[in-house]
C-alpha cells in the first residue's frame, strides 16, 4: 500500500546495538495495521534481495532488524519494545523473538526521543519486552539530558569503544516456551543426540559440537560450507522445536541452536550458534543468557564441556569473534530451577537520525 510515507520519509533512527544493527522508530509514527506496517517495514530495509541493495538493511539477518519503542501503560515499565525481525532474501517480518542485541539501544533511543527524563549523569530505563513478556532495565551515562556513546568499554565483534549499557533482565525465564526447561527434562534424547532445550529470554536447543563431528571452534565460514552439519542442525531444530511446544518452527527463526565445545581463549566454554539458518557471527544477547544457565544445571551438554576455573559469578561465553559474559544466578532448590538474576554489559551508539524513505510499493511502480 502506497503512503504518504513513500514521499515523505518516515522518522528513524539506525543504531548499533551490541553486535547488531537496526532501525529504531516510535510506535506512533508507524502504520497501526500489522500487515501494513510489515509491508513498509520490507521496503524500508530492501526486502525481498540479498543484497538489499534497494534499502537500508545490511543483506544479514544481523543487520535487518527493527525496533518499534513507545510509551508503555504498565505501571512496571517506562517504554515498550517490540523486536522485528526482517528478513533479507525472504519476504517476511516477525515477532516471535526477542532480541538483546538491538534492546541495548532502546533505552538511548527512549531518552533521544524524549520518552524518558534522564538523570544528571545516569539514566535508568525501564523496558517491558513486548514480544514475549518480562522487563530489561537498562542503565547508561548521559551528558545534558542525552546519551553518552562515548566510553572505554569494549565488546567482543565490534570495533572500538563505546559507553557500558547494563541490561538487568527479569521475568525471561520461560518467555517464550512457558517455562525455563520447555520439556521439563535437563536432558532430552533428540534424534539420537543429548540436548537441552532452554528458554531464558531466548528459545535455545544446547548440543555438544562433537556430537555433531565437529570441534565446536570452526569458523562461521567453515561451519556454514558444511551440508551435512547445517542439514543435521536443522533436523534437529524441528525436532526439538516440536518437543518446546513451539509447533513446526520450519518458518520460524527459533529456536536457536548452539553447538558446544570446551573453552579455547580462557572463557568458560565455547559456542557456535545458528540463527537458524546462517551461522552468528558473535553469539545473540539472551541466547548467551540462555546458554549460560545452561551451563549452571549439572548434566547438560554446556555444563560438561564448561571450565569452571574463573569467576564464579560470570559465565564467559566464548564465540567466533570473542568473548560474552553473562551474570546469571540460580536457585535449584524447587521443582525446577529458578532464575533469580540475569545480567550483561553491552553499548550501543546512535549511527544516524533523519528519515528514511521507504522503496515505492511493488503494486504501484
Known amino acids: 500500500m502506497t503512503t504518504d510515507r513513500d514521499a515523505q520519509g518516515l522518522r528513524c533512527m539506525l543504531m548499533r546495538g551490541g553486535t ?16 501494513a506496517r510489515d509491508d513498509l517495514l ?49 519476504a517476511f517480518v516477525t515477532d516471535l ?25 545516569e539514566a535508568v530505563v525501564r523496558i517491558r519486552l513486548l514480544n514475549t513478556g518480562g522487563t530489561a532495565v537498562a542503565s547508561f551515562p548521559v551528558e545534558r539530558g542525552r546519551p553518552v556513546y562515548r566510553g572505554g568499554r569494549a565488546i567482543s565483534g565490534v570495533p572500538g569503544t563505546a559507553a557500558e549499557i547494563r541490561l538487568d533482565f527479569q521475568g525471561t525465564a520461560g518467555s517464550t516456551c512457558g517455562r525455563l526447561l520447555p520439556t521439563g ?20 536447543v544446547v548440543v555438544r559440537a562433537a556430537d555433531l563431528g565437529v570441534t565446536g571452534h570452526e569458523s562461521v565460514a567453515e561451519l556454514e560450507a558444511n551440508s551435512d552439519l547445517r542439514a543435521a542442525v536443522e ?21 536457536k541452536m548452539t553447538l558446544v565445545s570446551p573453552p579455547a581463549a580462557g572463557g568458560t566454554l565455547c559456542t557456535r550458534s545458528f540463527i537458524p539458518h546462517r551461522v552468528h557471527e558473535a553469539i545473540g544477547v539472551l541466547g548467551a543468557v540462555s546458554v549460560a544457565t545452561a551451563a549452571l544445571l549439572p548434566g547438560t551438554p554446556a555444563a560438561e564441556v564448561a571450565d569452571w576455573s574463573g569467576p564464579d559469578t560470570t559465565v564467559v561465553v566464548e564465540h567466533p569473534t570473542g568473548t560474552f559474559d553473562v551474570v546469571v544466578e540460580l536457585d535449584p532448590s524447587g521443582h525446577e530451577p529458578l532464575v533469580t538474576r540475569a545480567g550483561i554489559i553491552s553499548t550501543a551508539r546512535k549511527l544516524f537520525d533523519g528519515w528514511v524513505f521507504p522503496r515505492p510499493d511493488d503494486e504501484h511502480r
Open 20 to 35: 547488531s544493527k537496526g532501525a529504531y522508530f516510535l510506535a506512533d509514527e508507524l502504520l497501526a495495521d500489522t500487515a
Open 185 to 204: 527434562s535437563v536432558v532430552d534424547r533428540l534424534v539420537g543426540l543429548d540436548v537441552t532445550c532452554i528458554d531464558n529470554g531466548m528459545p535455545v
Open 235 to 255: 533436523k534437529l531444530r524441528l525436532e526439538a522445536g516440536a518437543a518446546m511446544g513451539l509447533g513446526d518452527v520450519g518458518p520460524a527463526t527459533i529456536p
Open 42 to 90: 520490507m521496503r524500508v530495509m530492501g526486502t525481498p534481495d540479498p543484497r538489499q541493495i534497494d534499502g537500508i538493511g545490511g543483506a544479514h539477518p544481523l543487520t535487518s532488524k527493527v525496533a518499534v519503542v513507545g510509551p508503555s501503560d504498565d505501571p512496571g515499565a517506562d517504554v515498550d519494545y517490540l523486536f522485528l525481525q526482517v528478513g533479507v532474501d525472504r
Open 97 to 121: 523473538q526477542n532480541c538483546g542485541n538491538i534492546l541495548a539501544g532502546v533505552g538511548p533511543f527512549a531518552v533521544e526521543r524524549g520518552l524518558v527524563a534522564a538523570g544528571d549523569t
